[in-house]
T-cell receptor
Framework: EADIYQTPRYLVIGTGKKITLECSQT?????MYWYQQDPGMELHLIHY???????EKGDLSSESTVSRIRTEHFPLTLESARPSHTSQYLC??????????????FGEGSRLTVL | GDSVTQMEGPVTLSEEAFLTINCTYT??????LFWYVQYPGEGLQLLLK?????DKGSNKGFEATYRKETTSFHLEKGSVQVSDSAVYFC????????????FGQGTELSVKP
């Protein structure tokens, strides 16, 4: 069973609020990812990290930001939430040596609703 | 750019029916191919994978064969169960791009008793 955790699982907030979605993994994985899943189920990579102090933007432009100060922690922040940010956010990780295995381990997701 | 296309859902089957979910990809070269499954209220988990042409991935009765001539990786199961109801994602991955996955749009499967 994967050891990757996301909090909160569900969040309903008002427009303009700052929010941080937490993601932690206990597997010592170097690589971590944030995917945004829209209501139509499609998954889009919005951020990734190859290790501490390494962050990159993904394929889908996002107003969110991320940080990677510790290997196990990869939080995502929205400074001023808007209704267009309503979505499910999925965090994932993989080990560096796992490039050839391909397995990403996913958290259960954080479902954000902005009113 | 690289992309993955899956058959549209939702797919509704009766228990013990045969399942096929089509997946084709567009890419130069030969990426690794994957099927992930998302059960209701959960994150994604790896179902099976194939890393080179003609490889067959299999798990939990599901199978998929990497066909380079048709650039396809169709998911099949001979007899589905109600517990197979989930969303299935086909994906490709390049080792030299740091392991980023490119997903298809997902196919929802509903199995009725």
């Amino acid at each position: 069973e994967a050891d990757i955790y996301q909090t909160p699982r569900y969040l309903v907030i008002g427009t303009g609020k700052k929010i941080t979605l937490e993601c932690s993994q206990t597997m010592g994985h170097d690589k971590m990812y944030w995917y945004q899943q829209d209501p139509g189920m499609e998954l889009h990579l919005i951020h990734y990290s190859y290790g501490v102090n390494s962050t990159e933007k993904g394929d889908l432009s996002s107003e969110s930001t991320v940080s990677r100060i510790r290997t196990e922690h990869f939080p995502l922040t929205l400074e001023s939430a808007r209704p267009s940010h309503t979505s499910q956010y999925l965090c994932a990780s993989s080990e560096s040596a796992g490039v050839s295995t391909g397995e990403l381990f996913f958290g259960e997701g954080s479902r954000l609703t902005v009113l | 750019g690289d992309s993955v296309t899956q058959m549209e859902g939702p797919v509704t089957l009766s228990e013990e029916a045969f399942l096929t979910i089509n997946c084709t990809y567009t890419a130069t070269g030969y990426p690794s191919l994957f099927w992930y499954v998302q059960y209701p209220g959960e994150g994604l988990q790896l179902l099976l994978k194939a890393t080179k042409a003609d490889d067959k991935g299999s798990n939990k009765g599901f199978e998929a064969t990497y066909r380079k001539e048709t650039t396809s990786f169709h998911l099949e199961k001979g007899s589905v169960q109600v517990s197979d109801s989930a969303v299935y994602f086909c994906a490709l991955r390049w080792a030299n791009q740091g392991g980023k996955l490119i997903f298809g749009q997902g196919t929802e499967l509903s199995v009725k008793p």
